[in-house]
Nanobody
Framework: QVQLVESGGGLVQAGDSLRLSCAAS????????MAWFRQAPGKEREFVAS????????KYGDSVRGRFTISRDNAKNTAILQMSSLTPVDTAVYYC????????????????????WGQGTQVTVSS
């Protein structure tokens, strides 16, 4: 059993930066690939970024590549999403997800690949 808790969301202005954190508990954090997804009102859940269990591989959605950076700190059981150059299009609830290690070190970009999900944190970007 793994519990994920997101934090760091809030209200910012266009062009600002924001740092989201995902704290994990229950199982060894280093055994899990991690990801961030987001969902805006009336829209489907969208892939944002992912990182393999070793941290050696990352993947980004087209809409955030070059602006967002995913990282992890296994010693602190934390995954980070650093967001820059935010625009109103980035407004959404951001969800942290974890995938149990299954003898591969990949960064996955589909929600079905992940076993555990956090409750989400709201990010609102004003114009």
């Amino acid at each position: 059993q793994v519990q994920l808790v997101e934090s760091g969301g809030g209200l910012v202005q266009a062009g600002d930066s924001l740092r989201l954190s995902c704290a994990a508990s229950g199982r060894p954090f280093s055994n899990y690939a991690m990801a961030w997804f987001r969902q805006a009102p009336g829209k489907e859940r969208e892939f944002v970024a992912s990182i393999s269990w070793s941290g050696s591989r990352t993947k980004y959605g087209d809409s955030v590549r070059g602006r967002f950076t995913i990282s992890r700190d296994n010693a602190k059981n934390t995954a980070i999403l650093q967001m820059s150059s935010l625009t109103p299009v980035d407004t959404a609830v951001y969800y942290c997800a974890a995938r149990a290690r299954r003898f591969s070190d990949s960064a996955y970009d589909v929600s079905s690949a992940y076993d555990y999900w956090g409750q989400g944190t709201q990010v609102t970007v004003s114009s």
